[in-house]
């Protein structure tokens, strides 16, 4: 959520439903594609028999390239920019498929459906930026489908026990599904491997105690959460948030990644580490 007073709007849950938008991640590439359809994972049996499901998308998802070669990452946007949605990205790279957050439905369906099969047992793990309840809110239909729990920052081991009470506290939703343990807790020192590619962790406290940046070095790729949008940061004024951690977390983030870094957030646009450090008022 963002730093700015957001007004909420009311949730509709679904299983798997999540507005959805598709984003080329070339080096030239154009912003997302703004609303075109609806997107949801569809669990389409054990992982050796072919699906019959097939994907209803107005626009393909487009293919992130290394510009090294060799190494494709196909990344695909669930979720929205609507201030109490988190958001979802579900990743393809070097056949390995995953999730980083698992954000929620919200409002009516304006937009076409359009279903991703993904078979039981390939979605291998499931990262979260955070324990708010907007990034949190898939959690139950992930593991009922696909039997995946989250792994998420130690330092947020007690917001994920208090997910249903921020859902009412948000929102003013009584969510009466039961929470999925997590899976692992995460430390900075660890590493997701995908492949020949892996995540390396950052530890970014301040809109949460332990919000974290999965930064992929090899595809110049990081997954900021809600600490880092675009001309934005996350808000502080939530239960254990602090201002002075968010800036100090940006600091970090500056002196530790490289300006080209592409930087996608938990809610809103992409953007780069460059820009934000150039424009962002936060970074002065």
């Not at 809610?267 to 962002?280: A, F, P, R, S, V």
Request: proline content about 4%; some cysteine; charged content about 25%.
């Amino acid at each position: 959520m963002q730093q700015n007073n957001w007004g909420y709007q009311k949730c509709t849950l679904g299983v798997f439903i999540a507005l959805a938008f598709m984003a080329d991640f070339s080096p030239d590439a154009p912003e997302f594609y703004q609303r075109t359809h609806r997107v949801r994972l569809k669990n389409s049996g054990t992982s050796d028999k072919k699906s019959s499901h097939k994907i209803k998308h107005k626009k393909i998802p487009r293919v992130h390239q290394n510009l090294k070669g060799g190494f494709y990452m196909k990344i695909t946007f669930i979720g929205a920019t609507h201030e109490v949605t988190g958001s979802c990205y579900y990743l393809e790279a070097a056949g390995h498929k995953f999730l980083v957050d698992c954000g929620m439905e919200q409002g009516p369906d304006y937009y076409e459906n359009a279903e991703i099969p993904v078979a039981l047992g390939e979605i291998e793990f499931v990262l979260l930026t955070h324990a708010h309840i907007d990034h949190n809110f898939g959690n139950y239909a992930i593991c009922k489908e696909f039997g995946l729990k989250p792994e998420v920052c130690i330092n947020d081991k007690i917001l994920m026990h208090k997910l249903k009470e921020q859902a009412y506290t948000f929102i003013g939703l009584t969510y009466n599904e039961e929470i999925p343990e997590v899976e692992k807790y995460l430390k900075e020192a660890d590493t997701i491997s995908f492949g020949t590619h892996c995540f390396s962790i950052l530890q970014t406290p301040g809109h949460t105690p332990g919000s974290v940046l999965f930064y992929c070095k090899d595809e110049s790729i990081a997954f900021s959460g809600d600490t880092l949008f675009r001309m934005s940061i996350g808000r502080t004024d939530f239960e254990f948030g602090s201002y002075n951690e968010i800036i100090n977390s940006l600091k970090k983030i500056a002196s530790s990644l490289p300006a080209e870094t592409i930087i996608l957030p938990g809610h809103g646009d992409k953007t780069t580490l460059k820009d934000e450090i150039t424009y962002n008022p936060y970074f002065k």
